[in-house]
DNA sequence: AGTTGACTTAGAGTGCACTCGAAGCGGGAG
DNA sequence: CTCCCGCTTCGAGTGCACTCTAAGTCAACT
């Protein structure tokens, strides 16, 4: 079974770009996918979990050179599991504020939508 | 009583820089604020008011393009009233969308702590 | 009177995250 | 065999939202 993806459809999986791809990896976001005979990216089953979980931490809003840090930390073995952790969890702090942030400001707006009447 | 803030007071107020603030005035953002007999900028009860909403549509991601199209619906007067309302509709909408989305992922992530054990 | 510090303007510069262009290669369809 | 399309690399360009610089003014403090 070859269920290896092309750089497009591995980017449309993700709503990405294949442009967007091929920067993530020339950041060093993600180690460079194994290339098919041709030399094109195909991308496996655990690349596309490895980029599953970098797209969350993207989408919700950890910079690139945060999640940099997190990968060069992966790279390094078992040791830096807490390290890890501790980054996850800071930014899983950032998340909730943000939910909160946007919950208060949104209530504002909704106010203010109320104030036009039906 | 004299209330008026100066332009890094105000921009205090709202988390802002002072660039930032003459930056939203010069692109149209806000009215020219009015000055003090020196020239400076003396921000008023009112202007404040602006400055509150337009900070919270800001902070929820709206796109300065938008906000300018919305404070010059504002200009025209009351018949742009449904205009403004559709526009901070789905602007409202857009909010809800993305909270759901930070929800989701930050479900990912609580995953990927837990995974990490204790 | 002099110094300090916040203000003024116009315009240039910055950081982030893509996004695109150019030039070339390779593999499947007709 | 030829055409076309999607891939390759490298490097330059873009859009957004600020952010800062330079040169100057003005009011208040010492």
Redesign the interface.
């Known amino acids: 079974m070859n269920t290896a993806l092309t750089v497009s459809e591995a980017a449309a999986r993700f709503g990405l770009t294949a442009h967007t791809l091929r920067w993530y990896e020339q950041v060093g976001l993600v180690d460079p996918v194994p290339r098919d005979g041709a030399g094109r990216r195909r991308y496996a089953e655990a690349d596309l979990n490895r980029l599953a979980?970098l797209t969350?931490?993207r989408?919700?809003g950890m910079p690139v050179r945060e999640m940099l840090r997190y990968v060069e930390l992966a790279r390094l073995g078992s040791e830096t599991?807490?390290a890890?952790?501790a980054l996850?969890?800071a930014?899983?702090r950032r998340?909730?504020a943000?939910?909160a942030?946007?919950?208060a400001?949104?209530e504002?707006?909704?106010r203010?939508?109320a104030s036009?009447g039906s």
């Open positions: 979980f969350r931490l989408t919700t599991e807490a890890r952790r996850l969890e930014h899983r998340v909730l943000r939910i942030d946007l919950e400001d949104l504002v707006i909704d203010k939508i036009y």
